[in-house]
């Protein structure tokens, strides 16, 4: 019989079967074999982050750029609790990444070992599992290849989810078992699609007066790149006349530039969609979407359909958790919309649909998706927010591949509400949890995986500050990532709530929020980037247009830091409105 591998090689083979070509990671002595392993090896690549919580976020910018799946590796104790928080993040948006966390040496388990994140220190095995789809420690050599695959298949199946392994340092050193067939998982398939319920849908849709199909980011695997689905879901609304609206993390999984489209209907979101739903709605179509309290916007009862509502998600947990579904259909989106697709096309041979004509009235009749920006706005400094959203639409408007992660914060509002965004190009937002600096990390991942595309971070200065030293990352490693700076000097989004729930507030001052007015120019420059200052209108394309050239020839990271009125008022109304309500509550 021969020798069985070790678990080291097993895990290494396990990656490369699944396409893993860069893998994030913080150095530590608890995964020393490991890093070797990397250090050693010539067809994975070991980025080594600044802090844990940047190789996390990178990991899942790594994976949503690509599709594929996103590893980090950080030390045990502290290093692995710093990882906690953007692991969260992966999860609640549905991105796979695996997380190896390290793990004294189990001989040493129960006796005080440095860092031991045990049953008996720190359990982090614990710790990770309410924000995971799976957390698990390998202690044994003869389970650990299965563990690893079930992990794998946690983090790869639909619904799709973050995990997390804790690995013992001895266990890389010892014999595993292998599994009797190849490392790879292979395709993953959702609960297949019933015929009866597809054809129900679609009868429900073509004969409503005022149907809504609402995209949630559980429809990202089936919308979320430029294939026939994506075109001939856009051809069948159109033809139908069929509006369609999105969450804020779903924007751009439709294009914005057709007339079915509404835009964002969550927070913040577009005028167009929040006029259509301001008049009773009775066909409901929700494609993959929990129906958040952000995505939902407060889970306004505009939502709830005075006729039927169909609520389609591979998670049943999902479905009717926020609004009563009167059809819940446990289904991945994609072979969901392939059947729906086929149904039309069999409808389409007994006849037209009579109803589009006056839909199509409606839609004529709304105003539009992406408001224009005053002119007057231009000549004012500090810059406006909507002056630079409208720089950053030209910018768009080029033909070039960019992939958008926006972090939390009010540029997040501005961007959802006033610049289209469509294929090839994409926004990808944190939206799941709302953590402020994700983005400053994860820009770095995307850029590391998707090397021909721009990849840009929209961000605010507070946000920036969390994770602007992943820059040094970037520089180090030639990673050319663009940073947008929106330079308030303050946690805006915050103070303009506070503001509102407290107005005239001796306890609420611009002091109480402001940052200090650091030089984020030259702290970029410190960490490596090459740095770009606006502080009017005509200066803000061309450095966007100077750094992405300067991104891509040099391959240097950018940051652009634009100084933005803080007194304009933000985005975030319907939100302000919420939180304050809920602040009155408890004071009563």
């Given at each position: 019989?021969p020798?069985?591998p070790?678990?080291?090689?097993?895990?290494?083979?396990?990656?490369?079967?699944?396409?893993?070509?860069?893998?994030?990671?913080?150095?530590?002595?608890?995964?020393?074999?490991?890093?070797?392993?990397?250090?050693?090896?010539?067809?994975?690549?070991?980025v080594?982050?600044?802090?844990?919580?940047?190789?996390?976020?990178?990991?899942?910018?790594?994976?949503?750029?690509?599709?594929?799946?996103?590893?980090?590796?950080?030390?045990?104790?502290?290093?692995?609790?710093?990882?906690?928080?953007?692991?969260?993040?992966a999860?609640?948006?549905?991105?796979?990444?695996?997380?190896?966390?390290?793990?004294?040496?189990?001989?040493?388990?129960?006796?005080?070992?440095?860092?031991?994140?045990?049953?008996?220190?720190?359990?982090?095995v614990?710790?990770?599992?309410?924000?995971t789809?799976?957390?698990?420690?390998?202690?044994?050599?003869?389970?650990?290849?299965?563990?690893?695959?079930?992990?794998?298949?946690?983090?790869?199946s639909?619904?799709?989810?973050?995990?997390?392994?804790?690995?013992?340092?001895?266990?890389?050193?010892?014999?595993?078992?292998?599994?009797?067939?190849?490392?790879?998982?292979?395709?993953?398939w959702?609960?297949?699609?019933?015929?009866?319920?597809?054809?129900?849908?679609?009868?429900?849709?073509?004969?409503?007066?005022?149907?809504?199909?609402?995209?949630?980011?559980?429809?990202?695997?089936?919308?979320?790149?430029?294939?026939?689905?994506?075109?001939?879901?856009?051809?069948?609304?159109?033809?139908?006349?069929?509006?369609?609206?999105?969450?804020t993390?779903?924007k751009?999984l439709?294009?914005?530039?057709?007339?079915?489209?509404?835009g964002?209907?969550?927070?913040?979101?577009?005028?167009?969609?929040?006029?259509?739903?301001?008049?009773?709605?009775?066909?409901?179509?929700?494609?993959?979407?929990?129906?958040?309290e952000?995505?939902?916007?407060?889970?306004?009862?505009?939502?709830?359909?005075?006729?039927?509502?169909?609520?389609?998600?591979?998670?049943?947990?999902?479905?009717?958790?926020?609004?009563?579904?009167?059809?819940?259909?446990?289904?991945?989106?994609?072979?969901?919309l392939?059947?729906?697709?086929?149904?039309?096309?069999?409808?389409?041979?007994?006849?037209?649909?009579?109803?589009a004509?006056?839909?199509?009235?409606?839609?004529?009749?709304?105003?539009?998706?992406?408001?224009?920006?005053p002119?007057?706005?231009?000549e004012l400094?500090?810059?406006?927010?909507q002056?630079?959203?409208?720089?950053?639409?030209?910018?768009?408007a080029q033909?070039?591949?960019?992939?958008?992660?926006?972090?939390?914060?009010n540029?997040?509002?501005?961007?959802?509400?006033?610049?289209?965004?469509?294929?090839?190009?994409?926004a990808?937002?944190?939206?799941?949890?709302?953590?402020?600096?994700?983005?400053?990390?994860?820009?770095?991942?995307?850029?590391?995986?998707?090397?021909?595309a721009?990849?840009?971070?929209?961000?605010?200065?507070?946000?920036?500050?969390?994770?602007?030293?992943?820059?040094?990352?970037?520089?180090?490693?030639?990673?050319?990532?663009?940073w947008i700076?929106?330079?308030?000097?303050?946690?805006?989004?915050?103070?303009?709530?506070?503001?509102?729930?407290?107005?005239?507030?001796?306890?609420?001052?611009?002091e109480?929020?402001?940052?200090?007015?650091?030089?984020?120019?030259?702290?970029?420059?410190?960490?490596?980037?090459?740095?770009?200052?606006?502080?009017?209108?005509?200066?803000?394309l061309?450095?966007?247009?100077?750094?992405?050239?300067?991104?891509?020839?040099?391959?240097?990271?950018?940051?652009?830091?634009?100084?933005v009125?803080?007194?304009?008022?933000?985005?975030?109304?319907?939100?302000?409105?919420?939180?304050?309500?809920?602040?009155?509550?408890?004071?009563?």
């Amino acid at each position: 019989m021969p020798d069985e591998p070790l678990f080291i090689d097993h895990l290494m083979n396990v990656l490369k079967s699944h396409g893993v070509r860069t893998v994030f990671g913080l150095p530590g002595s608890a995964i020393g074999p490991l890093l070797g392993r990397l250090l050693a090896e010539t067809e994975i690549d070991l980025v080594v982050s600044r802090h844990e919580a940047g190789a996390v976020a990178m990991a899942d910018g790594y994976a949503r750029a690509t599709g594929n799946l996103g590893v980090a590796i950080v030390t045990s104790g502290p290093g692995a609790l710093n990882a906690l928080p953007h692991l969260a993040v992966a999860n609640a948006d549905n991105s796979p990444v695996l997380l190896i966390t390290g793990e004294a040496d189990q001989a040493r388990h129960g006796r005080g070992a440095f860092q031991e994140s045990s049953r008996d220190g720190v359990d982090t095995v614990d710790v990770f599992r309410p924000c995971t789809a799976y957390s698990r420690s390998l202690s044994s050599p003869d389970s650990a290849a299965v563990l690893l695959a079930n992990a794998l298949r946690h983090a790869l199946s639909t619904p799709r989810g973050a995990v997390h392994l804790s690995v013992p340092v001895d266990l890389y050193g010892k014999a595993c078992p292998s599994p009797p067939v190849a490392p790879g998982v292979g395709a993953m398939w959702g609960a297949s699609v019933p015929g009866e319920a597809v054809d129900r849908v679609l009868t429900a849709l073509l004969t409503a007066s005022r149907p809504l199909i609402l995209l949630g980011n559980g429809s990202r695997q089936a919308l979320g790149e430029t294939t026939s689905l994506v075109t001939d879901f856009a051809a069948f609304c159109g033809r139908h006349a069929l509006p369609v609206a999105t969450t804020t993390k779903a924007k751009g999984l439709f294009p914005e530039d057709r007339e079915e489209a509404l835009g964002v209907v969550s927070i913040g979101g577009s005028a167009r969609a929040h006029a259509y739903i301001d008049r009773p709605v009775d066909i409901v179509l929700v494609l993959g979407s929990s129906l958040g309290e952000w995505a939902s916007r407060n889970w306004t009862p505009a939502l709830q359909a005075s006729h039927t509502f169909f609520h389609v998600d591979a998670d049943p947990t999902r479905i009717g958790r926020a609004y009563w579904a009167n059809h819940g259909i446990t289904a991945d989106i994609t072979p969901f919309l392939h059947a729906l697709l086929q149904a039309d096309a069999r409808h389409r041979e007994r006849g037209e649909d009579g109803s589009a004509a006056s839909r199509r009235a409606v839609l004529r009749g709304l105003p539009p998706v992406h408001p224009s920006t005053p002119t007057t706005y231009h000549e004012l400094t500090p810059l406006k927010p909507q002056v630079v959203m409208h720089h950053l639409r030209e910018w768009l408007a080029q033909t070039n591949e960019r992939i958008l992660l926006l972090d939390a914060g009010n540029g997040t509002g501005w961007f959802t509400r006033q610049v289209p965004i469509s294929a090839p190009s994409r926004a990808l937002l944190p939206w799941g949890m709302g953590s402020m600096g994700w983005a400053n990390a994860a820009v770095v991942g995307a850029k590391a995986a998707r090397p021909d595309a721009t990849c840009a971070t929209i961000t605010g200065d507070g946000g920036f500050l969390m994770n602007a030293v992943e820059i040094a990352t970037a520089a180090h490693r030639g990673i050319g990532a663009i940073w947008i700076v929106l330079q308030d000097d303050s946690y805006n989004t915050v103070r303009q709530g506070m503001n509102h729930a407290f107005p005239g507030s001796r306890r609420i001052t611009d002091e109480s929020f402001r940052l200090g007015d650091p030089d984020l120019a030259t702290l970029a420059r410190s960490l490596g980037a090459q740095a770009h200052s606006v502080n009017h209108s005509g200066q803000l394309l061309t450095a966007l247009g100077l750094a992405e050239k300067l991104a891509h020839e040099n391959r240097r990271p950018q940051v652009v830091c634009v100084r933005v009125d803080p007194d304009e008022p933000g985005p975030f109304d319907d939100r302000n409105d919420a939180v304050s309500e809920s602040f009155r509550q408890e004071t009563r």
